[in-house]
Each structure stands twice: as C-alpha cells, then as structure tokens.
C-alpha cells in the first residue's frame, strides 16, 4: 500500500508540476531554431485555431522531432479541451464551489485557483474561522473572478 501511494503521490505532483508545458520550435522546418522552446499552446492560438484543435500528439513528435512525455499528452489534450469549452480557467466546476463555499472550505478553491499565491483565499479562511456567514459572502463575491 505504501508503494501504491508513493507511486500516486509521485504522478499527482509530476502531472500538477509539468501541466500545460509543450514545446516547439517557433518555426517547425527550420532546424537552427530548434534550441529556441516555444509554448505550442499560444502560439498555435494566435495562428490557427483550428490547426492547434487538430493537433496529435504525433504530428507533435514529427513537427519536433522528440518524443512527447505522457504529461505533455495529457496537458495538449487538456489545452484543446479547455479551448473547445471558450477557455474557461476554472478547474473546479462552479457547483462545486458553490457547495465548498456552503461547507466553509472555500479558501481551499480559491488556493487552488490562485496556485496559493495573493491574500484571497487567506482572507476568506479568517473570515471563515471568525464566523461562516463573512466566508460565505466572501466567496460568493470572489467567485465572479474565477467564473467569467
């Protein structure tokens, strides 16, 4: 069981630590740029939306000539679906939240939404412990900057 959870925890932190990086050249046929790493997400989204929708992870390796990693899949999978949705950022639904903020745990998705950083959800967890109405509040009116 130990070994099952290293392994868990070791998938979990490399997928959350190298989401969303996929590198290109900026020009594909030419060779000498090959060492300048360009995100393949935004560029192919100012360029072609559709061409960036048709990608495969395999037109991918010919365009670069490396073999892409199962989190650089799943993070091209990941970037073509959330460009599919209106590109959304939320990574938890707005139900959710939305039940989160009922149970006092809001400052939990608003962590994650802002990766920890900024004062947010630490404002919305001392208004939590004060009383749960503040938190509630709070988060309800924090809400409209994570859902667009």
Known sequence: MKKFTILFLAVVFGVT???GIIYVPSNATDNSKAGDPVNIAM???????QAFLSLTPAKVEQ???KKMTF???MALKAAQKNMRKGGSTADI?????IVLAIFGL???AMGIFDNWKGS????????TLLFWLPGFIHALVVMKNYYK
């Open 71 to 73: 989190v650089q899949k």
């Open 120 to 127: 947010t959800w630490v404002v919305n967890l001392i208004l």
């Open 93 to 97: 639904p707005k139900g959710l939240y």
């Open 63 to 65: 365009m670069t000539g």
């Open 106 to 108: 809001a400052w939990i």
């Open 17 to 19: 630590v190298n989401a």
């Open 43 to 49: 560029s192919m989204k100012e360029k072609d939306a």
